[in-house]
């Protein structure tokens, strides 16, 4: 019992470990493309040729924002958002904030310093071709400095989450089974054993 016990918390040490790692192999590389094509799987469908479905970011214009509200909006070629549940996926500073089904996204950041990313989805919620990528500081507005305005209204900028697991989920399924496992174990060695009994001929 107890070399069984050990055994599922070394799973689950493992289990935390390996988030930390990744979290860790995302470090930035000091080339934000760079650092958007990491975030990406790497047998994702790449397209080449003149038709190859691209996209790049078009706004903000500017590396410096004034206030928290930020509108993300990026131009695409070859691939029409939403038709038939196209869209883009939205980072920023490597953690994946959802679903875009419009050129355009409305998202809140504190001041500071940033690196958004873009990347097609299709319909299967797979990323899709090279993404684009681009480094902002957001600053405080004071009194007396202009902000932008919104181009598009938040409700139809809203960020859709991304459907799937995450590792905190991964985590709670994988100690689930290990105390299901455990109690199964605990259960069967205290039920009383029957004996087989040979018949013979």
């Known amino acids: ?66 206030g928290r509200t930020v509108t993300i909006t990026i131009q695409s070629s070859h691939f029409d958002i939403p038709a038939e549940g196209r869209h883009w996926h939205l980072w920023v500073n490597g953690q994946l904030q959802g ?22 989805g299709n319909t299967d919620h797979a990323d899709l071709g090279m993404p684009d990528g681009i480094s902002l500081r957001v600053e405080a507005a004071l009194a007396g400095t202009p902000t932008a305005t919104l181009g598009v209204a938040r409700e139809q900028a809203q960020v859709q989450p991304e459907p799937g697991i995450g590792l905190g989920q991964i985590l709670v399924l994988v100690a689930g089974g290990l105390l299901a496992a455990v109690g199964g174990w605990w259960l069967g060695s205290r039920l009383p054993k029957q004996r087989k009994s040979t018949l013979r001929k």
Not at 21 to 30: K, R
């Open 99 to 120: 679903m875009v089904y419009q050129p355009a996204a409305v998202i809140d950041l504190e001041p500071g310093t940033y690196q958004i990313c873009a990347s097609l």
């Open 1 to 66: 019992m107890r070399r069984m016990l050990q055994w599922a918390l070394a799973l689950l040490i493992g289990a935390a470990a390996g988030g930390v790692f990744m979290a860790a192999a995302q470090e930035p590389s000091g080339s934000v493309l760079a650092d958007c094509v990491k975030l990406l799987p790497a047998d994702r469908p790449i397209p080449t040729g003149p038709d190859a479905p691209a996209l790049r970011i078009i706004q903000p214009t500017t590396e410096v924002v004034y």
